[in-house]
């Protein structure tokens, strides 16, 4: 049986690899999509534009405005003479933010004892908007505490709250990011090598010759499941490489877990895959189905969102979608050093996925077509 | 070239021939009403999953709360966190069982309150830990964001009914502008439609061509008078047909259904979404005729334009935070262009400085992907 089967992964791997294209589309992508998205997807903010108007002018105010200008994540892009500048520099992009210093700045300290500025926030992309806001907020507060030292009045400071992050210290977005993409890619290739495969051969009538050889229908299955297996298992190999020493990821937790994720994950990857082919009839229909696969399991997998944020009908959805267990074994593995024991409520899942699809795979590729 | 061609067809020929296809490609979708499905099903099936399920605002944040001494302070604060719409508190006896449930995912944040906090010792002590879990960078912000928040209107509050601090010498008023609640919906649900439209166009048209081939049914047109040129126009007034229906019904789901606010106007959306139409369908049949069969185009549909538009368009990973050469590679994303005069229209307003060079590059686009289409279709069979 074994030898029957290895035949059947042979012609399996001639149909996919003989193809110049088809070879390229399986190899090349993956590979320039790791580095480039590696690099684009961040929610990280650097060198925010900021322009300033000051119309106050004086000491204080001008000490303020240095203390933006000397912080490495922001940069200033200009320097406003009036209110109506405002509006033109953000709507175009040009700044993210305004300093704006009222003309009282400084009066108004001197006699009340307090004062305000104004910060004015391209609002576009919320989520930037907050960070920068975040880094705004914190520059002010340095410059009371300052402003408070000058006045000897430290006994008077309230204590802040510090926070401390563990399993990623400085936050850095690449960290969360990457191990998704790892998750991301495997997904796609595996979707590639076996989504369309039955469909492609029901429409070329090759499937009917399959069916009429001595091949029991596990055995089939077989042979179009361990090409992706495989396939999968070498680039999940390499982007975990790439992410390691090319990003440099931090590894903590051990990884034959990391491995046995890999797998399982495969496991249910391909058994939604060859569902959806031995359910199509043509390869439209496969690509179809592909599609509406791929695009919500990515998107409501908690690669780029959290899956907490979505409302309770939406989380139910995303429970029987493999990469959202995928994903917290991969970010757990990679960051957090989780132990198979943490994350046994993850893999049952993604073993019960790949159960049900494999054998509706397996009853549906008995189907005549016509 | 410039000879005279003896049997050129009159312009009235050429549109009757080309009625003649679109009719033909019209039967097609019809008997076959996957493509209406595509074209009118799935954006709207889709912008409702993805419209609310992604978000980038947290809420009901699990947040455990240590409290090693309780009294009438931490009693107020911890009220104050029962309170707020964001944060959820779970309250640990100790540090130990805290910081198991982050290890298991099951809080996000731990805050500890020491046994000598209070409001007189407040002042002498420098920093409250906060603890949150990093792995998730961006909402481990957000959150320290919110905690320090709720902390900061309790101390008001105090300072409020016992005069105990005097209020920090600069205060920050901010305001945002287009966005005034931050509410990450209104940029993400344009971004959305973005996505959508570039997945709807490539899997209209990224297999017409290779079906033709690969079903011979090429050769039965070739032995007709027609030109290559008229084929793909055949091809492409149907779908963008189908195509702008489907765009009309998603932006009108972004207004109605998402509230998102709409600043710009007709005409700029008009301009943009046809523009950007165009752009994916020439490139859906760029794919289609260059990969002579269906597999490849397929696999290269899916390559090509799901993820860059996920990932490189703006929609939700900022692309001024990019690195210069990505944000230079980001140009050649159709959906980039999109997503900006989507979010601005949407959002800010018709900012033609911003609108215009994107309307631009998506013009050259459909001119290069359409007549790339064009040549790479040969009226022969090899």
């Known amino acids: 049986m074994l030898f029957r089967v290895l035949a059947l992964v042979q012609k399996e791997f001639l ?57 490495p994540n922001f940069q200033l892009v200009a320097r406003l003479e009036q209110p109506g500048q405002i509006a033109p520099v953000l709507d175009r992009q040009q700044a993210m933010l305004v300093l704006h210093i009222r003309q009282d700045f400084q009066r108004k300290l001197s006699t009340l004892g307090t004062t305000e500025v104004q910060l004015i926030l391209d609002g576009r992309n919320s989520n930037t908007a907050l960070i920068v806001l975040g880094y705004a907020q914190g520059i002010i507060e340095e410059f009371n505490a300052t402003l408070r030292r000058r006045r000897g009045r430290l006994a008077q400071v309230p204590a802040q709250v510090v926070s401390r992050a563990w399993f990623n210290p400085n936050l ?22 076996t989504a369309l495969s039955v469909a492609r ?131 757990g593995v990679f960051l957090q050093g989780a132990t198979l024991e943490e994350l046994a409520d993850q893999f049952w899942p993604m073993l019960g996925i790949a159960a049900v699809t494999l054998a509706v795979a397996t009853v549906m590729f008995r189907r005549r077509i016509y | 070239m410039t000879t005279p061609k003896p049997f050129a067809p009159a312009a009235r020929h050429r549109l009757m021939r080309l009625r ?34 992604v978000s980038l605002d947290a809420k009901d944040v699990p947040l455990a709360l240590v409290v090693d ?124 439609v973005a996505i959508i439209m570039t997945l709807i166009g490539a899997l209209l048209t990224a297999m017409v061509m290779a079906r033709e081939w690969e079903r011979g049914t090429i050769e039965a047109l070739m032995t007709t008078p027609v030109s290559m040129g008229e084929v793909l126009l055949g091809k492409v007034i149907p779908y963008f047909g189908l195509g702008l229906g489907g765009m009309a019904l998603s932006v009108a789901m972004a207004r109605w259904v998402f509230d998102v606010p709409f600043r710009g106007s007709m005409l700029a959306l008009l301009a943009g979404s046809v523009l950007f139409l165009l752009v994916a369908l020439g ?5 289609s005729t260059t990969a002579r069969n269906q597999f490849v185009a397929g696999q290269v549909a899916i390559i090509v334009t799901f993820l860059p538009a996920f990932i490189l368009s703006g929609f939700i990973f900022d692309i001024r935070s990019m690195p210069w050469p990505i944000r230079a590679l980001t140009a050649i994303i159709p959906a980039r262009h999109f997503v900006t005069i989507l979010q601005n229209v949407f959002l800010a307003g018709d900012v033609w400085p911003l609108l215009l060079p994107s309307m631009g590059v998506l013009a050259l686009m459909a001119l290069v992907f359409l007549g790339l289409s064009y040549r790479k279709s040969p009226k022969r069979l090899d």
């Open chain 2, 20 to 53: 003649g296809l679109v009719r033909k490609e019209w039967l097609q979708i019809w008997r076959d009403p996957s493509s209406i499905a595509i074209a009118f099903l799935l954006p709207v099936v889709l912008l409702l999953l993805f419209g609310y399920g």
């Open chain 1, 201 to 331: 051969e029901r429409e070329q009538g090759t499937f009917d010759q399959l069916l009429v050889t001595p091949y029991r229908p596990y055995e089939l299955l077989l042979g179009k499941a361990l090409p992706g297996f495989l396939i999968g298992l070498v680039e999940a190999t390499f982007i975990v490489l790439v992410a390691v020493f090319w990003f440099r990821v931090p590894l903590v937790g051990s990884l034959g877990v990391l491995y046995l994720g890999v797998a399982v994950f495969l496991l249910s990857a391909i058994g939604v895959g060859l569902m959806i082919s031995s359910l199509a009839n043509t390869q439209q229909q496969g690509l179809l189905g592909a599609f509406l696969f791929l695009v919500p399991a990515i998107i409501l997998s908690g690669f780029a969102t959290p899956i907490a944020n979505m409302p309770p009908a939406v989380q139910k959805l995303t429970l029987v979608n493999p990469m959202r267990y995928y994903l917290v074994i991969l970010r």
């Open chain 1, 172 to 193: 850095q977005s690449q960290w969360f990011i990457v191990p998704g993409i790892v998750g991301l890619l495997t997904l796609v290739v595996t979707m590639l090598v």
């Open chain 2, 283 to 287: 490139l859906g049949l760029l794919i």
């Open chain 2, 69 to 192: 001494n309780p009294n009438p302070d931490t009693m107020t604060l911890c009220g104050h966190f029962e309170r707020s719409k964001y944060l959820r508190p779970v309250y640990f006896v100790n540090m130990r069982h805290a910081q198991q449930a982050m290890l298991r995912r099951q809080v996000s944040a731990i805050l500890r309150l020491r046994d000598d906090f209070s409001r007189e010792n407040l002042q002498r002590r420098g920093t409250i830990q906060l603890i949150v879990n990093g792995t998730d960078a961006n909402t481990a912000r957000i959150v320290t964001g919110y905690v320090q928040g709720v902390y900061a209107r309790w101390l008001a509050d105090v300072q409020q009914r016992r005069r105990a601090f005097p209020p920090p010498p600069i205060q920050v008023q901010h305001r945002v502008w287009y966005n005034a609640n931050l509410r990450s919906r209104n940029y993400l649900v344009p971004g959305l």
């Open chain 1, 15 to 71: 149909a996919l690899l003989k193809d110049r294209q088809s070879r390229f589309v399986i190899i090349g992508p993956p590979i320039i999509q790791l580095v480039v998205f590696g690099y684009a997807a961040t929610f990280d903010v650097t060198n925010v534009p900021v322009a300033v108007l000051d119309e106050c002018n004086t000491l204080l105010s001008r000490d303020l405005t240095a203390r933006f200008v000397a912080s």
